[in-house]
């Protein structure tokens, strides 16, 4: 078959993934743009200018906004040292953190939005926690409320921001650090000076996962959060589905393709000049 | 090692031992309800049954949503495998412009909002006159699985020896025979570790199934969600620890072909 396909030809075998992803993925995107910015009598952006001058979505775009830097900050605190500690570790704790990591990862969204439904109740086990340490006098619930939704969201999209960075520090020659010990540079010095520069195109892709992973989270708000706090998904998905309002569900489906895309873009922009210059 | 740097490591130990307890958290909570004999979510349960289990047989469309989520998620995972490995073939052997932002336009899927593209592939699907809701099933999942054996693929066909092909064919072998006895086996692990992965991602999906579901046609998490909704009890945990197993199965296939670490690749 090599020998058929000289290779500058090689393009053949590639064609039928392209073509595939061209007729039933891009161009289904391409068509679902085009009619939000093509109306009966030409281009138009009056869908948007509708949908912007309604003060409610504002609060959506608000809502979806805060969850996501709320969901971001939460999982790069938590995340940073468990990379790091990940690169170092070595046997069992190596494999505990790893299964930690990727078990999760292939164990689908309603599994876990259920479990967090359980967990969240005011009888459910952070309540008892809380209470059992005395920070909370009486049980309270977190299921329906932003603090709830945030604890659900960072936990399922962990993983995403452990994984990059983790990818970057496992790189990190450690001499690099002693050296800067020997030289003596503090420790807090040496951390701003050498990891945190080296490790910063890990925590951008890693931050920017994370970020549009909880903008375009659907199923999670929907079960921790319920109908009456909207964001962006959740609201594309129930005009659709429910409110059978195609043109609203079109203008946030636009808005939220736009903010996903400008963030993977973004970043992978951002991390690569960070990159050439570390 | 200074008192501060001491003071850092058992920092980051004890966020990392939290961290695995955060992580696992949902999946171990799901598993001891599953055996619960209470109607309620109470944890440690009362007591300890079965009784879950036996209710799920006879769970009206449980086993039909079970039986279209494994039919799509094998047969999407067949196709992606064959599409991308021809394609990845082009991408590590040919010399054409544009392989990188290829690659990108393959894995694009995945850093899209799901239900974005869900949206667009119901009205697109409907404009090219796909009505049919399996079909359309299937040719969406296609989509969602191809991106999860993209780099598997072709990390492992980067490190195949392709005069090994020759060899075969100056040995006697015909070209599929060569491709067959040579390259299939040599691409082995990397098909089955993303295949299982990609097939894991197409019964999970929700985002997407959503759009192309009718009253015969559903997936198990348009089915399960459906049920959380109507009667939420631990039933739906007893399904969700069947699916947990899955998932543990997957992992110990993949560290025995692969190795953890290399799963952990990003």
């Keep these: 078959m090599m020998r058929f396909l000289p290779r500058d030809r090689m393009l053949w075998l590639a064609a039928p993934a392209l073509l595939y992803l061209a007729f039933f993925y891009a161009l289904p995107l391409i068509y679902l743009l085009g009619r939000s910015v093509i109306g009966p009598n030409g281009p138009t952006l009056s869908l948007f200018a509708g949908f912007f001058a309604d003060e409610y979505n504002w609060r959506v775009i608000g809502n979806t906004l805060r969850i996501a830097l709320l969901v971001t900050l939460v999982s790069l605190v938590i995340g940073y040292p468990v990379a790091l500690a990940l690169a170092r570790a070595r046997g069992l704790a190596q494999v505990m953190l790893l299964t930690a990591i990727i078990l999760p990862l292939s164990v689908g969204v309603v599994v876990k939005a259920f479990a967090w439904q359980i967990v969240l109740r005011r009888d459910g086990a952070i309540a008892k926690l809380l209470v059992a340490t005395g920070i909370w006098d009486e049980p309270q619930r977190l299921l329906f409320t932003e603090p709830g939704l945030v604890i659900g969201a960072a936990n399922v999209f962990l993983p995403f921001m452990i994984l990059p960075i983790y990818s970057v520090v496992k790189l990190i020659d450690p001499r690099l650090s002693e050296a800067g010990a020997t030289l003596g540079a503090s420790p807090f010095y040496r951390f701003r000076k050498i990891i945190l520069p080296l490790t910063m195109p890990g925590l951008i892709s890693g931050m920017a996962f994370v970020f549009s992973l909880s903008v375009s989270m659907f199923v999670i708000p929907s079960l921790l959060m319920g109908d009456r706090f909207q964001t962006l998904a959740t609201l594309t998905g129930r005009s659709f589905l429910l409110m059978r309002n195609e043109a609203l569900g079109s203008a946030t489906a636009v808005v939220l393709l736009v903010l996903a895309v400008s963030i993977v873009v973004g970043s992978t922009i951002l991390s690569r000049r960070i990159g050439r210059m570390a | ?266």
């Design chain 2, 1 to 266: 090692m200074t008192a501060i740097e001491k003071a850092t490591t058992a920092l980051i130990w004890t966020i990392a031992s939290l961290a695995v307890i955060f992580l696992m958290a949902p999946l171990v909570i799901t598993v001891a309800v599953s055996f619960g004999d209470s109607t309620v979510f109470s944890l440690p349960p009362p007591g300890w049954s079965f009784r879950w289990y036996e209710r799920l047989p006879a769970t009206r469309g449980l086993a039909a949503s079970l039986w279209t989520s494994v039919q799509i998620a094998g047969l999407s995972t067949l196709l992606a495998l064959i599409l991308v490995t021809l394609c990845a073939i082009a991408l590590v052997r040919g010399t054409f412009p544009g392989r990188e932002a290829i690659t990108t336009f393959l894995i694009s899927p995945l850093m899209l909002p799901g239900l974005v593209v869900g949206i667009a592939m119901l009205q697109g699907f409907r404009a090219f006159g796909l009505r049919d809701t399996w079909t359309s099933l299937l040719v969406a999942h296609v989509v969602i699985t191809m991106p999860y054996v993209v780099r598997t693929v072709l990390a492992a066909l980067s490190l195949f020896d392709f005069t090994l092909i020759e060899a075969a064919r100056t040995l006697g072998c015909s070209y599929l025979q060569a491709i067959r006895k040579v390259l299939v086996p040599a691409l082995a692990p990397a098909f089955l570790t993303s295949g299982m992965f990609a097939f894991l991602a197409s019964m999970d999906n929700y985002p997407i199934s959503i759009f192309f579901t009718d009253a015969w046609t559903k997936t198990l998490p348009i089915q399960m969600l459906q049920l959380v909704e109507e009667r939420p009890d631990p039933m739906i945990a007893a399904v969700s620890t069947l699916l947990i197993l899955l998932a543990v199965l997957a992992m110990i296939i993949g560290d025995r072909l692969v190795g953890l670490k290399r799963l952990a690749d990003f």
